[in-house]
């Protein structure tokens, strides 16, 4: 079968960039294809939030530290020279959002990244925005 294309002419109006076409083409068997495999609005919802908690500098900090090794709220505090409160308010917006986990030990509560998925989150990123810098 064929892949079935629509064009249409754009009016010689509109200012062109590199960017776009001076037709627009609809290749009908690409946007079905993609179409079918794009996640429910819910979904992408869900990844756009997870995008915004990681978007946060503070949590971003917290998060390589813990990329680096497990810590209490006091190490990471003193680490990144915040207070307890501070960090405590980060650790629950992560741990909601599934990103840490704690463990208990006595009376000191240790944090770690929640699972491997979040690591290899971690370390892509950081890959790729050490990538032109190596």
């Known amino acids: 079968m064929k892949n079935k294309m629509i064009t249409e002419e754009r009016p010689e109006t509109v200012e062109l960039c590199e960017e776009t076409c001076d037709k627009t083409v609809i290749h ?22 997870l995008f915004k908690i990681l978007g ?9 530290a813990l990329f680096e090794s497990e810590m209490c709220v006091c190490d990471l505090a003193y680490l990144l020279g915040m207070s307890q409160s501070s960090i405590s308010h980060q ?32 370390d892509q990123v950081l890959k790729h925005v050490n990538e032109d810098k190596i």
């Open 91 to 122: 650790l629950r917006v992560l741990k909601q959002a599934k990103l840490v986990k704690n463990r208990k030990e006595g009376k000191v509560v240790y944090y770690s990244l929640a699972d491997s998925h979040i690591i290899q989150i971690f």
């Open 56 to 64: 946060d500098r503070t949590r971003t900090r917290i998060l390589y």
């Open 28 to 49: 009908a068997e690409v946007v079905t294809k993609v179409k079918e495999k794009i996640p429910s609005l819910e979904v992408l919802s869900e990844m756009a939030e």
